[in-house]
């Protein structure tokens, strides 16, 4: 090897890594976000699901997951740290950094399913699940789509003009409809919502952790985002990562605005949780493709996924669909519109292709991970006792309270 492929292999995998990094603090960012949303009693028990659903996607990866989606020799590659391919592309790298980046995808997706059965799952029952979840069923839509394989042994997405750049569909859509189909079976919240229809708010019990949980995902988004053009140590690549940069940001503030400005003309206020859902879909808006729109079509499409995803809440609600943190909105309908966003500014995408794919990942997952969690309900329960929602998971599934001198204090 040369010296300057040395330099540029060096270079484009320690950026691979460090994006990968960034994702994987996008984990703090969705529990600080769903503790901040849950009620008090609620908040140990989600602590633990988001910090155990990391370690089980990691896990699972490892196990089974990296192999389904990219093939058995690279999976054993990247357990045994191989380091250079040989090749003399800078943009390939040792399968240990690979498969590094690719498994904090993967704990994204199942972070989103964890805010949508906040407050009323089984933590036994979720982790289960986030067992076949990332060992298997976002594998194998990951392996049709980022791994290049055919769906069902017939046709490959990308050759029917499908494109996702860094997963508003493959991770974002995929945790939404695993979690869609875990809320139809669990049911919504005791109180959510009354006998005549209406539906009643239950109020997030810390705003200011919320608002820090959203920051640190807009934050960690540059490494979901920028990571996925897969080098820098080019002139081109270091453009592009500039680029992409830019617009994940365009797009992150053009969310907030939209949902800020759609609450305050619905509601007469400004509402913060949807404007922090807001930047939330603005980022998932542009995910799917961050590099061919210039700013101000970035800050378009962010501002559409805040807008839609305000309207998304509210009709969830109305068909009583309960998610305490608007999980399914944000990452499913807003990740939905992020791919069909794509072909106006990618011309090797096409809208055709682009609702093939969305569909495919669709009928997957939500399919086998309702098969899934019926098989959970059947057998070990999925939803905790009417007695134990009422006094709290915290204390029925961890044994402990996150704010003990505030909760059932006594003399």
């Given amino acids: 090897m040369t010296d300057v492929f040395q330099l540029q292999y060096a270079l484009d995998t320690f950026y691979f890594l460090m994006c990968g990094a960034l994702v994987m603090w996008m984990a703090a960012g969705f ?9 008090s009693k ?6 633990t699901k988001n910090i155990a659903l990391f370690a089980v996607a990691c896990t699972m990866y490892m196990v089974c997951g990296y192999a389904i989606m990219y093939g058995g020799d690279y999976f054993l590659s990247s357990i045994t740290g191989d380091g250079a391919t040989g090749s003399e592309d800078p943009a390939t790298y040792a399968p240990s950094a690979d498969f590094y980046f690719q498994v904090v995808f993967v704990a ?3 972070s989103i399913v964890s805010g949508s059965v906040a407050e009323r799952m089984k933590l036994w029952a979720f982790l289960a699940f986030a067992v076949v979840m990332t060992g298997f069923i976002y594998p194998m839509e990951g ?3 980022w791994g290049g394989s055919s769906v069902f042994g017939m046709y490959t997405l990308g050759d029917l003009g499908f494109s996702d750049f860094a997963g508003s569909g493959i991770v974002h859509m995929a945790g939404a409809s695993a979690a869609l189909a875990g809320v139809l079976l669990l049911g919504a919240r005791k109180g ?3 006998p005549n229809g209406q539906v009643n708010a239950i109020p997030g019990a810390n705003l200011p952790m919320a608002t820090l949980g959203t920051f640190i995902l807009w934050l960690g988004w540059f490494g979901f985002n920028g990571g996925s053009v897969l080098a820098t140590a080019s002139v081109e690549s ?3 990562v500039a680029v992409v940069f830019m617009n994940t940001n365009a797009a992150a503030s053009g969310g907030l605005i939209g949902a800020l400005l759609v609450a305050r003309l619905l509601f007469g206020k400004a509402d913060l949780t949807m404007a922090l859902n807001g930047a939330l879909a603005g980022l998932v808006a542009i995910t799917a493709e961050p590099s061919t729109p210039n700013v101000l079509q970035a800050t378009l499409f962010g501002a559409a996924g805040g807008i839609l995803v305000v309207f998304s809440i509210l009709t969830l609600d109305k068909l009583k669909l309960d998610d305490p943190v608007g999980a399914i909105s944000v990452h499913g309908v807003v990740g939905l519109l992020g791919l069909l966003l794509v072909p106006i500014t990618n011309e090797g995408s ?3 292709g682009q ?12 399919g086998v991970s309702a098969i899934v969690w019926g098989i959970l309900k059947a057998t070990m329960g999925i939803r905790v006792s009417e007695e134990e929602e009422f006094s709290g998971v915290d204390i029925a599934e961890c044994g402990m309270e996150a704010y003990p001198e505030f909760v059932n204090a006594k003399g």
């Fill in 238 to 240: 270091a453009n592009a």
């Fill in 192 to 194: 959510k919502y009354g």
């Fill in 31 to 39: 529990a600080m976000l769903e503790a901040g949303l849950v009620r």
């Fill in 143 to 145: 392996a049709w789509t």
């Fill in 108 to 110: 994204t997706a199942m």
């Fill in 42 to 47: 609620n908040t140990t028990e989600i602590l």
């Fill in 350 to 352: 096409s809208f055709s």
């Fill in 355 to 366: 609702l093939i794919g969305a569909a495919t990942i669709f009928v997957w997952v939500f």
